[in-house]
Nanobody
Framework: QVQLVESGGGLAQPGGSLRLSCAAS????????MAWFRQAPGKEREFVAG????????YYAQSAKGRFTISRDNAKNTVYLQMNSLKPEDTALYYC?????????????????WGQGTQVTVSS
């Protein structure tokens, strides 16, 4: 059974930074496309960033470009999201997701496994 466990969320001030981690267990991690999504109160879940199995292809939502960095360590079965220059509008529940494919997608329906989420709150 695949499990994804996010950590690293919390309270940050505007302009601050947080680093999210997603630890995967249950089967091979290295051949899957991984992504981060987020969902703010009253809004739909949206794609934030995605990374191919070897890190060679990386994709960001426009809102994340230049501020967020996604990376992965296949030896540790972990994917990360470094978030810098945080804004109040980044406040959301952040989810890690895994796609049983090596190809890219921004659609929620394309992902097969999800973590429980970690809360990020950006406020002064």
């Amino acid at each position: 059974q695949v499990q994804l466990v996010e950590s690293g969320g919390g309270l940050a001030q505007p302009g601050g930074s947080l680093r999210l981690s997603c630890a995967a267990s249950g089967r091979t991690f290295s051949d899957r496309f991984m992504a981060w999504f987020r969902q703010a109160p009253g809004k739909e879940r949206e794609f934030v960033a995605g990374i191919s199995w070897n890190g060679g292809r990386i994709y960001y939502a426009q809102s994340a470009k230049g501020r967020f960095t996604i990376s992965r360590d296949n030896a540790k079965n972990t994917v990360y999201l470094q978030m810098n220059s945080l804004k109040p509008e980044d406040t959301a529940l952040y989810y890690c997701a895994e796609r049983r494919s090596i190809s890219y997608s921004t659609l929620m329906s394309a992902y097969d496994y999800w973590g429980q989420g970690t809360q990020v709150t950006v406020s002064s």
